[in-house]
């Protein structure tokens, strides 16, 4: 049938088959919006791409290219408010880092992004503080504050809700301003490396150690990175493979 009603070039039937079955994403209203602006009836299309957006409004998982398309638009015609709008919109229902990057960029070019960052961080704190709201929402608030390089907030919201890529994260781009901070990381992560084998793994535990002895010349504590060390190299002098890799590492 849509092959059919295409062949007559018939957007309007083309239309009303799509609008038959609108799934929940908002992928059918783009089609729609699609279709109509290839026939030039850009107004239209814009129209029925609002609508999936309202349509969609209460979807976590909306479709990204109706949102996109209707921000091009918007913005095509100097309305950064209403990218703002939808942006803002969009991060209210999916909570995710995309979505939060997204209105940042939005919000930055309407010169806003200090209001809406403030809300934005305020919901996902929200988020993070409800009882059953789960490790994933905390840890969105912990990779928005480390996306805006906000280290010092960043380490007050980790306890209890990063996971050990974002304290790694964390540490890395801590190294140099809170040291002491960072070490105490890295060791923690090194501790559960200790039992598992394989290169993978050791290649992991050597890398933690580099960082970890960073850390010590910064703080300017390296004896005790020394004694460290060589009381690990002596708890795991067995694992041949390891003590290579320690030491083609330096370490």
Same mark, same amino acid.
């Given at each position: ?9 018939? #957007? ?17 209203h ?13 107004d ?37 408010a ?39 961080l ?24 480390l ?44 501790e ?17 150690l ?7 010349r910064?703080?300017?504590?390296? #004896? ?28």
């Open positions: 049938m849509e092959r059919l009603v295409k062949a007559e070039g018939d #957007v309007d039937a083309l239309v009303a088959l799509y609008a038959q079955e609108l799934v929940p994403s908002g992928a059918t783009l089609r729609i919006a699609e279709e109509l602006e290839s026939a030039g009836r850009a239209e299309a814009l129209a029925w791409a609002e609508r999936g957006l309202r349509d969609t409004a209460s979807e976590a998982h909306a479709d990204g290219r109706l949102v996109d398309y209707v921000c091009t638009r918007y913005t095509r015609a100097d309305r950064p209403e990218v703002v709008r939808v942006r803002r919109d969009r991060f209210r229902a999916e909570r995710s880092l995309a979505a939060y990057q997204q209105l940042r960029a939005a919000a930055r070019a309407a010169d806003c992004w200090e209001t809406e960052r403030g809300a934005a305020a919901a996902l704190r929200e988020d993070a503080r409800r009882e059953h709201g789960g490790w994933y929402r905390g840890s969105v608030l912990i990779d928005a504050l996306d805006d390089g906000d280290l010092d907030a960043a380490w007050r919201e980790a306890v209890g809700r990063a996971d050990d890529r974002q304290w790694r994260h964390l540490a890395d781009l801590s190294r140099e301003t809170r040291p002491a901070d960072a070490l105490t990381v890295y060791l923690r992560l090194i559960p490396l200790k039992e598992p084998t394989g290169d993978h793994v050791y290649e992991r535990m050597a890398q933690l580099l960082d970890a002895r960073t850390c010590h910064v703080l300017g504590t390296e #004896v005790g990175f020394t004694a460290y060390l060589a009381a690990l190299r002596v708890d795991l002098k067995r694992r041949r493979k390891l003590m290579t890799i320690l030491d083609r590492h330096g370490l």
